[in-house]
Protein backbone atom coordinates (compact mmCIF):
# COMPACT_ATOMS: atom_id res chain seq x y z
CA UNK A 1 0.00 0.00 0.00
CA UNK A 2 0.77 3.40 -0.43
CA UNK A 3 2.80 4.12 2.88
CA UNK A 4 4.95 6.57 3.95
CA UNK A 5 6.68 5.38 7.95
CA UNK A 6 8.42 7.88 9.96
CA UNK A 7 10.21 7.93 13.17
CA UNK A 8 8.58 5.25 15.84
CA UNK A 9 8.08 8.24 18.47
CA UNK A 10 5.94 11.37 18.03
CA UNK A 11 7.35 14.35 18.53
CA UNK A 12 6.50 16.62 20.95
CA UNK A 13 6.36 20.20 21.74
CA UNK A 14 8.55 21.76 24.26
CA UNK A 15 5.67 21.27 26.78
CA UNK A 16 4.06 18.88 24.65
CA UNK A 17 0.85 20.51 24.86
CA UNK A 18 -0.68 22.73 22.58
CA UNK A 19 -3.96 23.10 24.34
CA UNK A 20 -7.17 21.31 25.73
CA UNK A 21 -9.67 19.47 23.87
CA UNK A 22 -12.75 18.40 25.56
CA UNK A 23 -11.90 17.26 28.32
CA UNK A 24 -8.20 15.64 27.69
CA UNK A 25 -5.22 17.99 26.97
CA UNK A 26 -4.11 17.62 23.10
CA UNK A 27 -0.97 16.37 22.55
CA UNK A 28 0.88 18.05 19.65
CA UNK A 29 2.17 15.18 17.27
CA UNK A 30 3.27 15.04 13.61
CA UNK A 31 -0.09 12.66 12.45
CA UNK A 32 1.71 9.35 11.12
CA UNK A 33 -0.13 8.15 7.29
CA UNK A 34 -0.77 5.12 8.97
CA UNK A 35 -0.72 3.06 12.09
CA UNK A 36 1.59 0.11 11.36
CA UNK A 37 3.89 -2.45 13.11
CA UNK A 38 6.86 -1.37 14.20
CA UNK A 39 10.19 -3.45 14.65
CA UNK A 40 9.79 -3.80 18.57
CA UNK A 41 6.15 -4.88 18.25
CA UNK A 42 7.02 -7.28 16.34
CA UNK A 43 10.17 -8.45 17.94
CA UNK A 44 7.30 -8.76 21.34
CA UNK A 45 5.07 -10.51 19.38
CA UNK A 46 7.41 -13.77 18.13
CA UNK A 47 8.81 -13.57 21.66
CA UNK A 48 5.13 -14.03 22.94
CA UNK A 49 4.50 -17.64 20.53
CA UNK A 50 7.45 -18.85 20.61
CA UNK A 51 7.52 -22.02 22.67
CA UNK A 52 10.62 -24.15 24.16
CA UNK A 53 10.86 -26.40 21.27
CA UNK A 54 11.96 -24.94 18.82
CA UNK A 55 11.11 -26.67 15.63
CA UNK A 56 10.23 -26.36 11.84
CA UNK A 57 6.54 -26.62 13.14
CA UNK A 58 6.97 -23.63 15.79
CA UNK A 59 8.54 -21.60 12.90
CA UNK A 60 5.80 -21.88 10.62
CA UNK A 61 3.08 -21.20 13.41
CA UNK A 62 5.01 -17.94 14.11
CA UNK A 63 5.37 -16.87 10.91
CA UNK A 64 1.85 -17.27 10.12
CA UNK A 65 0.07 -15.84 13.42
CA UNK A 66 2.20 -12.87 12.36
CA UNK A 67 1.61 -12.42 9.16
CA UNK A 68 -2.34 -12.59 9.85
CA UNK A 69 -1.95 -9.50 13.02
CA UNK A 70 0.33 -7.18 10.87
CA UNK A 71 -2.35 -7.31 7.86
CA UNK A 72 -5.53 -7.04 10.43
CA UNK A 73 -3.58 -4.20 11.72
CA UNK A 74 -2.37 -2.47 8.09
CA UNK A 75 -6.10 -2.71 6.97
CA UNK A 76 -8.62 -2.35 9.68
CA UNK A 77 -8.94 1.60 9.22
CA UNK A 78 -8.27 3.44 5.86
CA UNK A 79 -8.09 7.21 5.42
CA UNK A 80 -10.35 6.20 1.79
CA UNK A 81 -11.86 3.82 0.50
CA UNK A 82 -9.67 3.82 -2.84
CA UNK A 83 -6.59 3.26 -0.50
CA UNK A 84 -7.82 -0.45 -0.86
CA UNK A 85 -6.63 -0.54 -4.29
CA UNK A 86 -2.81 -0.08 -3.56
CA UNK A 87 -2.33 -3.17 -2.08
CA UNK A 88 -2.67 -4.51 -5.61
CA UNK A 89 0.15 -4.85 -8.11
CA UNK A 90 1.99 -1.84 -9.40
CA UNK A 91 1.21 -3.69 -12.88
CA UNK A 92 -2.09 -2.48 -12.36
CA UNK A 93 -1.94 1.26 -10.61
CA UNK A 94 -0.12 4.23 -11.17
CA UNK A 95 0.28 7.05 -9.15
CA UNK A 96 0.63 10.53 -11.47
CA UNK A 97 2.15 13.22 -9.61
CA UNK A 98 0.52 17.07 -10.33
CA UNK A 99 1.52 18.95 -13.70
CA UNK A 100 4.75 21.21 -12.93
CA UNK A 101 4.13 24.45 -11.82
CA UNK A 102 5.97 26.49 -14.57
CA UNK A 103 3.64 24.60 -17.25
CA UNK A 104 0.29 25.71 -15.32
CA UNK A 105 1.47 28.67 -13.42
CA UNK A 106 -1.40 30.82 -14.46
CA UNK A 107 -4.25 28.44 -13.91
CA UNK A 108 -5.84 26.06 -11.18
CA UNK A 109 -5.26 22.74 -13.28
CA UNK A 110 -3.79 20.18 -10.83
CA UNK A 111 -5.02 21.80 -7.40
CA UNK A 112 -7.87 21.08 -5.47
CA UNK A 113 -9.81 23.93 -4.19
CA UNK A 114 -7.89 24.92 -1.43
CA UNK A 115 -4.79 25.08 -3.66
CA UNK A 116 -2.93 21.64 -3.39
CA UNK A 117 -1.38 20.13 -5.44
CA UNK A 118 -3.01 16.89 -6.43
CA UNK A 119 -1.55 13.66 -7.50
CA UNK A 120 -4.02 11.46 -9.01
CA UNK A 121 -4.53 7.54 -8.42
CA UNK A 122 -5.29 5.77 -12.24
CA UNK A 123 -5.53 2.33 -13.64
CA UNK A 124 -2.92 0.96 -16.69
CA UNK A 125 -5.47 -1.95 -17.29
CA UNK A 126 -8.79 -3.62 -16.30
CA UNK A 127 -8.47 -5.93 -13.27
CA UNK A 128 -8.16 -9.43 -13.59
CA UNK A 129 -10.32 -12.49 -11.63
CA UNK A 130 -7.96 -12.98 -9.27
CA UNK A 131 -6.96 -9.48 -8.33
CA UNK A 132 -10.61 -9.06 -7.67
CA UNK A 133 -10.37 -12.17 -5.36
CA UNK A 134 -7.37 -10.74 -3.23
CA UNK A 135 -9.20 -7.34 -3.24
CA UNK A 136 -11.89 -8.71 -1.40
CA UNK A 137 -10.08 -11.16 0.54
CA UNK A 138 -8.28 -7.49 1.81
CA UNK A 139 -11.61 -5.18 1.91
CA UNK A 140 -13.29 -7.94 4.04
CA UNK A 141 -10.65 -6.66 7.23
CA UNK A 142 -11.72 -3.34 6.63
CA UNK A 143 -13.14 -1.73 9.86
CA UNK A 144 -13.81 2.02 9.50
CA UNK A 145 -12.88 4.22 6.31
CA UNK A 146 -12.30 8.32 7.24
CA UNK A 147 -11.96 7.53 11.25
CA UNK A 148 -8.26 7.87 11.32
CA UNK A 149 -6.60 10.54 13.01
CA UNK A 150 -10.11 12.06 13.90
CA UNK A 151 -10.81 15.12 16.23
CA UNK A 152 -11.87 14.35 19.74
CA UNK A 153 -15.60 14.86 19.20
CA UNK A 154 -15.39 10.99 16.98
CA UNK A 155 -16.78 12.98 13.80
CA UNK A 156 -15.47 11.52 10.80
CA UNK A 157 -13.26 13.03 8.00
CA UNK A 158 -14.72 14.08 4.82
CA UNK A 159 -13.32 15.68 2.07
CA UNK A 160 -14.44 18.96 0.52
CA UNK A 161 -13.62 18.06 -2.93
CA UNK A 162 -15.75 14.67 -3.32
CA UNK A 163 -15.98 11.00 -2.45
CA UNK A 164 -12.96 10.41 -4.32
CA UNK A 165 -10.41 12.58 -2.95
CA UNK A 166 -8.34 12.32 -0.03
CA UNK A 167 -5.76 14.88 1.52
CA UNK A 168 -2.63 12.44 3.04
CA UNK A 169 -1.47 13.96 6.20
CA UNK A 170 2.16 13.86 5.98
CA UNK A 171 5.37 15.12 8.21
CA UNK A 172 5.39 19.29 8.98
CA UNK A 173 8.15 19.71 6.85
CA UNK A 174 6.89 18.28 3.87
CA UNK A 175 3.22 18.82 4.11
CA UNK A 176 0.33 17.53 3.08
CA UNK A 177 -1.03 16.28 -0.48
CA UNK A 178 -4.16 15.35 -1.89
CA UNK A 179 -4.79 12.23 -3.92
CA UNK A 180 -7.81 12.12 -6.03
CA UNK A 181 -8.68 8.75 -7.73
CA UNK A 182 -9.35 8.65 -11.64
CA UNK A 183 -12.06 7.96 -13.72
CA UNK A 184 -10.27 4.49 -14.45
CA UNK A 185 -11.07 3.70 -10.81
CA UNK A 186 -14.46 4.70 -10.29
CA UNK A 187 -14.99 2.48 -13.67
CA UNK A 188 -13.35 -0.29 -12.04
CA UNK A 189 -15.72 -0.32 -9.08
CA UNK A 190 -18.96 0.80 -10.74
CA UNK A 191 -18.33 -1.98 -13.38
CA UNK A 192 -17.59 -4.53 -11.36
CA UNK A 193 -21.02 -3.85 -8.67
CA UNK A 194 -23.19 -6.59 -10.40
CA UNK A 195 -20.93 -9.52 -9.22
CA UNK A 196 -19.52 -7.53 -5.77
CA UNK A 197 -22.72 -6.18 -4.00
CA UNK A 198 -20.59 -5.35 -1.05
CA UNK A 199 -17.15 -4.46 -1.03
CA UNK A 200 -16.46 -4.05 2.46
CA UNK A 201 -19.07 -6.63 4.03
CA UNK A 202 -17.18 -5.89 7.93
CA UNK A 203 -17.08 -2.44 7.89
CA UNK A 204 -18.58 -0.43 10.61
CA UNK A 205 -17.89 3.05 10.29
CA UNK A 206 -18.09 5.23 7.06
CA UNK A 207 -17.34 8.55 6.15
CA UNK A 208 -18.08 9.75 2.49
CA UNK A 209 -17.83 12.85 0.57
CA UNK A 210 -20.62 14.17 -1.91
CA UNK A 211 -20.45 12.74 -5.80
CA UNK A 212 -20.33 9.11 -4.91
CA UNK A 213 -22.66 6.95 -7.92
CA UNK A 214 -25.23 4.93 -6.89
CA UNK A 215 -23.88 1.65 -7.94
CA UNK A 216 -20.89 2.34 -5.88
CA UNK A 217 -22.78 3.97 -3.01
CA UNK A 218 -24.50 0.37 -2.57
CA UNK A 219 -20.82 -1.30 -2.58
CA UNK A 220 -20.10 0.94 0.43
CA UNK A 221 -23.14 0.88 2.61
CA UNK A 222 -22.39 -2.56 4.44
CA UNK A 223 -24.86 -4.51 6.50
CA UNK A 224 -23.22 -4.11 9.68
CA UNK A 225 -22.39 0.08 9.44
CA UNK A 226 -23.01 1.12 12.49
CA UNK A 227 -21.62 4.78 12.25
CA UNK A 228 -22.42 6.95 8.76
CA UNK A 229 -21.28 10.27 8.69
CA UNK A 230 -22.08 11.96 5.07
CA UNK A 231 -21.84 15.59 3.21
CA UNK A 232 -24.95 17.67 2.75
CA UNK A 233 -24.18 16.85 -1.02
CA UNK A 234 -24.07 13.09 -0.54
CA UNK A 235 -27.58 12.94 1.91
CA UNK A 236 -29.91 13.92 -1.31
CA UNK A 237 -28.13 10.82 -3.08
CA UNK A 238 -28.31 8.45 -0.10
CA UNK A 239 -32.27 9.25 0.54
CA UNK A 240 -32.62 8.82 -3.52
CA UNK A 241 -31.56 4.77 -3.12
CA UNK A 242 -34.89 2.55 -4.15
CA UNK A 243 -34.42 -1.04 -4.11
CA UNK A 244 -32.96 -1.54 -1.55
CA UNK A 245 -33.10 1.61 0.09
CA UNK A 246 -30.08 3.07 2.43
CA UNK A 247 -32.11 1.76 5.52
CA UNK A 248 -32.34 -1.75 3.93
CA UNK A 249 -28.66 -1.68 2.93
CA UNK A 250 -27.31 -0.67 6.20
CA UNK A 251 -30.51 -0.95 9.02
CA UNK A 252 -28.11 -0.82 12.10
CA UNK A 253 -26.55 2.44 11.60
CA UNK A 254 -26.87 3.84 15.21
CA UNK A 255 -24.54 7.31 14.79
CA UNK A 256 -25.35 9.55 11.43
CA UNK A 257 -24.01 12.89 10.94
CA UNK A 258 -24.37 15.41 8.52
CA UNK A 259 -21.16 17.51 7.65
CA UNK A 260 -22.57 20.92 7.25
CA UNK A 261 -21.28 22.81 3.17
CA UNK A 262 -22.93 26.13 1.61
CA UNK A 263 -25.78 23.91 0.03
CA UNK A 264 -29.49 23.74 0.27
CA UNK A 265 -30.76 20.26 1.98
CA UNK A 266 -34.11 19.58 1.55
CA UNK A 267 -35.80 18.20 4.57
CA UNK A 268 -37.68 14.88 3.55
CA UNK A 269 -34.28 13.65 2.46
CA UNK A 270 -33.33 13.19 6.01
CA UNK A 271 -36.85 11.79 6.91
CA UNK A 272 -36.64 9.47 4.77
CA UNK A 273 -33.41 7.74 6.36
CA UNK A 274 -33.75 8.33 10.14
CA UNK A 275 -36.93 7.36 9.76
CA UNK A 276 -35.80 4.02 8.76
CA UNK A 277 -33.36 3.38 10.84
CA UNK A 278 -34.60 1.60 14.17
CA UNK A 279 -31.17 1.60 15.98
CA UNK A 280 -30.38 5.47 15.47
CA UNK A 281 -29.15 6.29 19.13
CA UNK A 282 -27.28 9.77 17.64
CA UNK A 283 -27.89 12.70 15.12
CA UNK A 284 -25.45 15.05 14.88
CA UNK A 285 -24.08 18.06 12.40
CA UNK A 286 -26.51 19.71 9.97
CA UNK A 287 -29.35 17.47 9.56
CA UNK A 288 -32.18 18.90 8.60
CA UNK A 289 -35.41 18.14 11.56
CA UNK A 290 -38.89 18.21 9.62
CA UNK A 291 -42.05 17.42 11.43
CA UNK A 292 -41.53 13.80 10.65
CA UNK A 293 -38.16 13.55 11.97
CA UNK A 294 -39.44 14.66 15.19
CA UNK A 295 -42.59 12.44 15.12
CA UNK A 296 -39.90 9.52 15.09
CA UNK A 297 -37.37 11.41 17.36
CA UNK A 298 -40.81 11.73 20.15
CA UNK A 299 -41.60 8.25 19.75
CA UNK A 300 -37.91 7.02 21.14
CA UNK A 301 -37.65 6.77 25.29
CA UNK A 302 -33.99 7.84 24.95
CA UNK A 303 -30.76 9.08 22.73
CA UNK A 304 -27.21 9.31 22.72
CA UNK A 305 -26.87 12.49 20.90
CA UNK A 306 -29.40 15.20 19.71
CA UNK A 307 -27.49 17.98 17.50
CA UNK A 308 -29.91 20.99 16.44
CA UNK A 309 -29.57 23.58 14.38
CA UNK A 310 -31.73 26.16 15.24
CA UNK A 311 -31.51 28.89 13.07
CA UNK A 312 -35.47 28.66 12.22
CA UNK A 313 -38.25 27.98 14.92
CA UNK A 314 -38.26 24.32 15.30
CA UNK A 315 -41.61 24.32 17.58
CA UNK A 316 -43.63 24.91 14.10
CA UNK A 317 -42.37 21.59 12.88
CA UNK A 318 -43.23 19.40 16.00
CA UNK A 319 -46.90 20.85 16.76
CA UNK A 320 -49.48 18.75 17.75
CA UNK A 321 -46.88 15.79 18.76
CA UNK A 322 -46.54 13.85 21.89
CA UNK A 323 -43.05 14.03 23.14
CA UNK A 324 -42.36 10.46 24.95
CA UNK A 325 -38.24 11.41 24.68
CA UNK A 326 -36.87 11.10 28.26
CA UNK A 327 -33.98 10.57 27.83
CA UNK A 328 -30.90 12.53 26.56
CA UNK A 329 -27.21 11.30 27.30
CA UNK A 330 -25.42 14.89 25.03
CA UNK A 331 -27.72 17.87 24.02
CA UNK A 332 -25.61 20.23 21.17
CA UNK A 333 -27.95 23.28 20.36
CA UNK A 334 -26.40 25.87 17.95
CA UNK A 335 -27.70 29.33 16.75
CA UNK A 336 -27.35 32.56 15.60
CA UNK A 337 -28.92 34.05 19.25
CA UNK A 338 -28.92 32.63 22.67
CA UNK A 339 -33.07 33.07 22.14
CA UNK A 340 -32.52 30.75 19.00
CA UNK A 341 -30.81 27.98 21.15
CA UNK A 342 -34.05 29.21 24.07
CA UNK A 343 -35.97 28.12 21.34
CA UNK A 344 -34.80 24.90 20.25
CA UNK A 345 -34.47 23.80 23.85
CA UNK A 346 -38.03 24.30 24.81
CA UNK A 347 -39.07 22.70 21.62
CA UNK A 348 -37.12 19.62 22.74
CA UNK A 349 -37.70 19.50 26.00
CA UNK A 350 -40.94 21.60 26.60
CA UNK A 351 -43.73 20.22 26.82
CA UNK A 352 -43.11 17.39 29.58
CA UNK A 353 -45.24 19.34 32.16
CA UNK A 354 -44.44 22.29 35.03
CA UNK A 355 -43.35 19.25 37.31
CA UNK A 356 -41.78 16.69 35.11
CA UNK A 357 -38.31 17.67 33.70
CA UNK A 358 -35.56 15.93 31.36
CA UNK A 359 -32.77 13.45 32.07
CA UNK A 360 -29.56 15.48 30.32
CA UNK A 361 -26.44 14.45 30.93
CA UNK A 362 -24.59 17.08 28.65
CA UNK A 363 -25.24 20.36 27.18
CA UNK A 364 -23.87 21.73 24.43
CA UNK A 365 -24.35 26.07 23.29
CA UNK A 366 -23.06 26.95 20.48
CA UNK A 367 -23.98 31.07 19.50
CA UNK A 368 -22.47 31.76 16.36
CA UNK A 369 -23.59 35.52 15.37
CA UNK A 370 -21.29 38.11 16.37
CA UNK A 371 -23.53 40.63 16.42
CA UNK A 372 -25.05 41.16 20.05
CA UNK A 373 -28.80 42.58 20.11
CA UNK A 374 -29.87 44.40 23.07
CA UNK A 375 -32.71 41.69 23.90
CA UNK A 376 -30.59 38.70 23.95
CA UNK A 377 -28.71 37.61 26.58
CA UNK A 378 -27.00 34.09 28.48
CA UNK A 379 -28.98 35.28 31.77
CA UNK A 380 -32.26 33.88 29.22
CA UNK A 381 -30.77 30.50 28.46
CA UNK A 382 -29.19 30.37 32.20
CA UNK A 383 -32.66 30.81 33.39
CA UNK A 384 -34.49 28.58 31.23
CA UNK A 385 -32.25 25.57 31.11
CA UNK A 386 -32.71 24.94 34.77
CA UNK A 387 -36.85 24.87 34.36
CA UNK A 388 -36.00 21.93 32.14
CA UNK A 389 -33.34 19.65 33.06
CA UNK A 390 -32.74 17.82 36.35
CA UNK A 391 -30.27 19.34 38.56
CA UNK A 392 -29.05 16.23 39.52
CA UNK A 393 -28.14 14.43 35.98
CA UNK A 394 -26.68 17.18 34.51
CA UNK A 395 -23.13 16.18 34.48
CA UNK A 396 -21.35 18.65 31.67
CA UNK A 397 -22.38 22.45 30.18
CA UNK A 398 -20.66 24.16 27.76
CA UNK A 399 -21.65 27.61 26.10
CA UNK A 400 -19.76 28.79 23.51
CA UNK A 401 -19.99 31.65 21.82
CA UNK A 402 -18.78 33.60 18.64
CA UNK A 403 -19.32 37.55 20.79
CA UNK A 404 -20.08 38.88 24.59
CA UNK A 405 -22.48 36.74 26.73
CA UNK A 406 -24.56 40.50 26.84
CA UNK A 407 -23.99 43.69 25.37
CA UNK A 408 -21.45 46.04 27.12
CA UNK A 409 -23.48 48.49 29.22
CA UNK A 410 -22.58 49.82 32.45
CA UNK A 411 -26.48 48.77 33.68
CA UNK A 412 -26.00 45.06 32.44
CA UNK A 413 -25.67 42.96 35.66
CA UNK A 414 -22.26 41.37 36.24
CA UNK A 415 -20.55 38.17 34.80
CA UNK A 416 -21.69 36.31 37.27
CA UNK A 417 -24.65 37.57 37.74
CA UNK A 418 -25.41 36.16 34.29
CA UNK A 419 -24.09 32.87 35.18
CA UNK A 420 -26.03 32.94 38.50
CA UNK A 421 -28.87 30.68 37.78
CA UNK A 422 -26.85 27.68 36.11
CA UNK A 423 -25.30 27.05 40.09
CA UNK A 424 -28.78 25.10 40.15
CA UNK A 425 -26.88 22.49 38.63
CA UNK A 426 -24.89 21.24 41.35
CA UNK A 427 -23.55 18.04 40.33
CA UNK A 428 -21.54 19.69 37.51
CA UNK A 429 -18.22 17.76 36.64
CA UNK A 430 -17.19 20.02 33.09
CA UNK A 431 -18.04 23.85 32.92
CA UNK A 432 -16.82 25.22 29.73
CA UNK A 433 -17.82 28.97 28.98
CA UNK A 434 -15.53 29.96 26.13
CA UNK A 435 -17.84 32.80 25.30
CA UNK A 436 -15.93 36.21 24.52
CA UNK A 437 -16.77 38.36 27.72
CA UNK A 438 -16.41 42.00 25.78
CA UNK A 439 -14.08 43.15 27.74
CA UNK A 440 -15.56 42.57 31.26
CA UNK A 441 -13.77 39.73 33.14
CA UNK A 442 -13.85 37.32 35.97
CA UNK A 443 -12.88 38.53 39.26
CA UNK A 444 -11.59 35.78 41.71
CA UNK A 445 -14.83 36.62 44.50
CA UNK A 446 -17.32 36.15 41.22
CA UNK A 447 -15.66 32.96 40.16
CA UNK A 448 -15.54 31.54 43.99
CA UNK A 449 -19.11 32.21 43.86
CA UNK A 450 -20.14 29.94 40.76
CA UNK A 451 -17.63 27.54 41.90
CA UNK A 452 -18.83 26.80 45.47
CA UNK A 453 -21.57 25.60 44.16
CA UNK A 454 -20.50 23.03 41.94
CA UNK A 455 -18.32 20.91 44.95
CA UNK A 456 -17.65 17.94 42.41
CA UNK A 457 -16.02 19.90 39.63
CA UNK A 458 -13.28 18.33 37.79
CA UNK A 459 -12.97 20.29 34.38
CA UNK A 460 -13.12 24.33 34.50
CA UNK A 461 -12.81 25.97 31.03
CA UNK A 462 -12.74 29.48 30.77
CA UNK A 463 -12.46 32.60 27.80
CA UNK A 464 -9.05 33.29 26.35
CA UNK A 465 -9.80 36.94 27.23
CA UNK A 466 -9.76 36.15 31.08
CA UNK A 467 -7.41 37.70 33.41
CA UNK A 468 -4.74 35.59 34.95
CA UNK A 469 -5.28 34.75 38.77
CA UNK A 470 -2.12 34.56 40.94
CA UNK A 471 -1.23 31.31 42.51
CA UNK A 472 -3.12 31.42 45.85
CA UNK A 473 -6.11 32.64 44.24
CA UNK A 474 -5.75 29.05 42.26
CA UNK A 475 -5.02 27.47 45.53
CA UNK A 476 -8.12 29.13 46.98
CA UNK A 477 -10.20 27.55 44.22
CA UNK A 478 -8.73 24.38 44.62
CA UNK A 479 -10.28 24.46 48.44
CA UNK A 480 -13.61 24.72 47.14
CA UNK A 481 -13.42 22.49 44.36
CA UNK A 482 -10.99 19.77 45.60
CA UNK A 483 -11.87 16.77 42.93
CA UNK A 484 -10.83 19.58 40.11
CA UNK A 485 -8.33 18.31 37.34
CA UNK A 486 -7.85 20.54 34.42
CA UNK A 487 -7.96 23.92 35.24
CA UNK A 488 -8.07 26.00 31.89
CA UNK A 489 -7.68 29.59 32.96
CA UNK A 490 -5.08 31.91 33.23
CA UNK A 491 -2.64 31.59 36.42
CA UNK A 492 0.38 33.87 36.65
CA UNK A 493 3.35 32.55 38.08
CA UNK A 494 5.15 35.26 39.78
CA UNK A 495 8.47 35.36 41.98
CA UNK A 496 6.98 37.09 44.98
CA UNK A 497 3.88 34.53 45.22
CA UNK A 498 6.51 31.57 45.06
CA UNK A 499 8.28 33.24 47.68
CA UNK A 500 5.71 33.84 49.75
CA UNK A 501 3.94 30.39 49.29
CA UNK A 502 7.20 28.83 50.35
CA UNK A 503 7.53 30.74 53.66
CA UNK A 504 3.69 29.12 54.16
CA UNK A 505 4.10 25.44 52.82
CA UNK A 506 2.79 23.68 56.44
CA UNK A 507 -0.33 25.44 56.20
CA UNK A 508 -1.02 25.77 52.27
CA UNK A 509 -3.56 22.46 51.03
CA UNK A 510 -2.08 21.81 47.70
CA UNK A 511 -3.87 21.05 44.64
CA UNK A 512 -3.74 16.71 44.78
CA UNK A 513 -5.79 16.17 41.30
CA UNK A 514 -4.41 18.84 39.46
CA UNK A 515 -3.02 17.52 36.30
CA UNK A 516 -3.17 20.66 33.37
CA UNK A 517 -2.86 24.36 33.93
CA UNK A 518 -2.71 27.31 32.18
CA UNK A 519 0.76 28.93 33.29
CA UNK A 520 1.91 32.59 32.35
CA UNK A 521 5.58 33.94 33.15
CA UNK A 522 8.62 31.76 34.08
CA UNK A 523 11.52 31.65 36.36
CA UNK A 524 14.23 33.99 34.76
CA UNK A 525 17.27 32.67 37.28
CA UNK A 526 18.70 29.45 38.70
CA UNK A 527 17.78 30.25 42.08
CA UNK A 528 13.82 30.87 41.05
CA UNK A 529 14.02 28.05 38.65
CA UNK A 530 15.00 25.55 42.20
CA UNK A 531 12.34 27.75 44.15
CA UNK A 532 9.84 27.30 41.47
CA UNK A 533 10.80 23.42 41.34
CA UNK A 534 10.14 23.39 45.27
CA UNK A 535 6.99 24.53 45.56
CA UNK A 536 5.39 23.49 42.57
CA UNK A 537 6.27 20.45 43.08
CA UNK A 538 4.54 20.42 46.40
CA UNK A 539 1.64 22.58 45.18
CA UNK A 540 0.60 20.88 42.56
CA UNK A 541 2.41 17.12 42.55
CA UNK A 542 0.33 15.41 39.81
CA UNK A 543 1.10 18.42 37.23
CA UNK A 544 1.54 16.83 33.80
CA UNK A 545 0.39 19.64 31.67
CA UNK A 546 1.52 22.68 31.79
CA UNK A 547 -0.05 24.80 28.76
CA UNK A 548 1.80 27.91 27.80
CA UNK A 549 0.90 30.68 25.16
CA UNK A 550 4.37 32.04 24.46
CA UNK A 551 7.29 29.78 23.61
CA UNK A 552 10.00 30.93 26.25
CA UNK A 553 7.53 30.53 28.43
CA UNK A 554 6.93 26.71 27.13
CA UNK A 555 11.19 26.60 27.17
CA UNK A 556 11.14 27.68 30.82
CA UNK A 557 8.12 25.24 32.18
CA UNK A 558 9.58 22.14 30.25
CA UNK A 559 12.89 22.56 32.16
CA UNK A 560 10.50 23.02 35.07
CA UNK A 561 8.85 19.68 34.52
CA UNK A 562 12.24 18.24 33.78
CA UNK A 563 13.75 19.16 37.19
CA UNK A 564 10.65 17.77 38.90
CA UNK A 565 11.72 14.13 37.07
CA UNK A 566 7.98 14.46 35.34
CA UNK A 567 7.30 14.28 31.47
CA UNK A 568 4.46 14.61 29.26
CA UNK A 569 1.80 11.76 29.92
CA UNK A 570 1.88 9.44 26.53
CA UNK A 571 -0.93 7.37 25.09
CA UNK A 572 -0.83 3.37 26.04
CA UNK A 573 0.34 2.98 22.63
CA UNK A 574 3.76 4.36 23.27
CA UNK A 575 3.75 2.37 26.63
CA UNK A 576 3.57 -0.23 24.71
CA UNK A 577 6.19 0.51 22.64
CA UNK A 578 8.63 1.18 25.15
CA UNK A 579 7.70 -1.85 26.93
CA UNK A 580 8.85 -3.56 23.50
CA UNK A 581 11.60 -2.33 23.93
CA UNK A 582 12.83 -2.93 27.31
CA UNK A 583 11.60 -6.71 26.71
CA UNK A 584 14.02 -6.85 23.56
CA UNK A 585 16.91 -5.54 25.04
CA UNK A 586 16.67 -8.11 28.41
CA UNK A 587 16.43 -11.14 25.71
Known amino acids: M ?17 GFEDDEPHISRIPKPHRCLEVPEIVALIISHVDDRPSFRTLSQVSRTLSDLAIDALYADLDSWFELFMCLPRSLWNLKPPPSPRMFSGGRFGKCGNGMRVWTLCFRRKMAEKEWTFLRSRAAKVRSIGFRHVPHSGVGRIS ?8 YRRSQSIGPKSIMADQSVIDALVN ?34 RKL ?8 DIANLTSPSAPDLCPFVESFHVQEELRFIRQNASARLICGWKHLRSIGGAVPIDQHVWKHLASLSSLDTLEIRAFSPPS ?10 REIDTLILSGGQYKDTISALEAVL ?29 VHLASALPELVYAETLREL ?4 GRSLSPRDSDRPSVDDLLLPFVAFYGLTTVDLSTHLNGRSFTHPQLMDLACHWPSLEVLRLSSSQEAFSLQELLALGQVCPKIRIIDIPVMVSMANIREISTQMDSVRCLENATCLRLRGYPETK ?5 TVNVMGKLVPRLRHPNCEREDEEVAWNSVMGSMGKEPEVEKRELFRRYARAMCQCQ
Open 192 to 225: AAPSVPVLFPNLCALALGHGCPAPALRMLLSPGL
Open 350 to 378: GDRGPDTRFVVRRVDIRVLSSIASPDDSV
Open 160 to 167: SEGWNSLV
Open 2 to 18: FREIFQSWPRFKSTGIT
Open 398 to 401: RVAS
Open 316 to 325: RARAGICNKL
Open 527 to 531: EDMEA
Open 229 to 236: HVSTGLLL
